[in-house]
């Protein structure tokens, strides 16, 4: 189990596509990213260990925790490589907030692996291949680039703009990239051709979204809309060519939405959701707390008592 003085009481929990709940046994913690391993066996998550973010991975099958990073710098946001092996995140163990990447099953040493002098880099997707790795890059406004993983790990900004463009994820097949932009003056999901983003741009949400997800068979995309998870049906033959959003869960999603975080994914089957949510306990007293109405008896006596009158 994994002990921690954190200051939110947040619990990982798997949530099917009727709604029903199933919380993984850890112990309550800041958690946040998780995002489920390739072959579906384990979930690699961020938590707060003494006061400090590291990336932790919980094995479905063992049930057990173990700490893959032991850094005292903030480590965040992993993101498992195609082929399972290896982990990559960003931290600040340098000064600036950088990716690296280590083995995960915990053996080696953290190794870094991108950094760029002007800008903050987080780790947001593979392609298939694992010959690309996309990033969302801080400069001011938030964008996204891409890094090569062959010879000089040559980079490339794909999305650059006075506005923000975050949280892109690959199409399994690797042919397309969804992300969220606010562009319009609110967050929205935009689907664009993947690698060469400038062959066009499709709206995929109608009224506001965030934190896309595709569906591991890339024939669904899903994403949040305030406590909704919406479910957009594709199809990419002959061309690209998206349904109506539709609501598939209400009041599964509720945490404050930040850009470069993430509070859910998609299981490897893609037939249920695994959520950070407040424990029960954290729940229950909140919803207690909020219901509890204190009647006071003669108070106007009580106060004339307290504060006579001449």
């Known amino acids: ?11 990982p929990v798997w949530v099917d596509r009727s709604g029903k709940e199933e919380p993984i046994e850890v112990s309550p913690n800041e958690y946040n990213n998780p995002i489920v391993s390739p072959n579906g066996t384990q979930v690699a998550m961020t938590a707060v260990t003494d006061g400090n973010y590291d990336i932790w991975v919980w094995d479905l099958v063992r049930e057990t925790m173990s700490r893959l990073t032991l850094d005292g710098a903030t480590d965040a946001g992993p993101v498992w490589t195609p082929d399972g092996k290896r982990i990559a995140f960003t931290s600040n163990r340098d000064g600036s907030f950088d990716v690296y990447w280590v083995a995960s099953d915990g053996t080696g040493d953290v190794e870094p692996l991108f950094r760029m002098p002007d800008r903050y880099v ?9 010959d690309t790795l996309v990033l969302m890059e801080q400069s001011g406004s938030l964008g996204i680039g891409a ?3 062959g010879g000089d790990r040559e980079h490339q900004i794909l999305l650059q703009e006075d506005y923000n463009e975050t949280q892109p994820e690959i199409s399994p097949d690797g042919r397309w990239m969804v ?5 319009s003056g609110q967050y929205e999901i935009y689907i664009r051709p993947f690698p060469d983003v400038s062959k066009g741009k499709t709206l995929v949400s109608t009224a506001g979204g965030t934190e896309p997800k595709w569906s591991p068979d890339g024939r669904e995309l899903f994403y949040r809309n305030g406590d909704a998870v919406m479910v957009v049906s594709v199809r990419t033959e002959p061309t690209l060519s998206l349904e109506t959003p539709e609501v598939l869960l209400r009041g599964a999603l509720y945490l404050t939405f930040l850009d470069t975080t993430s509070y859910w994914n998609v299981s490897a089957d893609g037939k249920r959701f695994l959520i950070i949510k407040e424990s029960r306990e954290r729940a229950s007293s909140a919803r207690e707390l909020m219901q509890r109405i204190n009647i006071v008896l003669n108070w106007f006596e009580e106060l004339k008592q307290k504060v006579p009158v001449d």
């Open 1 to 11: 189990m994994l002990e921690t003085g954190a200051s939110m009481s947040l619990i």
């Open 122 to 130: 987080y780790p947001a997707s593979w392609s298939a291949d694992g």
């Open 147 to 149: 890094v090569s993983m």
């Open 179 to 183: 992300y969220q932009s606010d562009e």
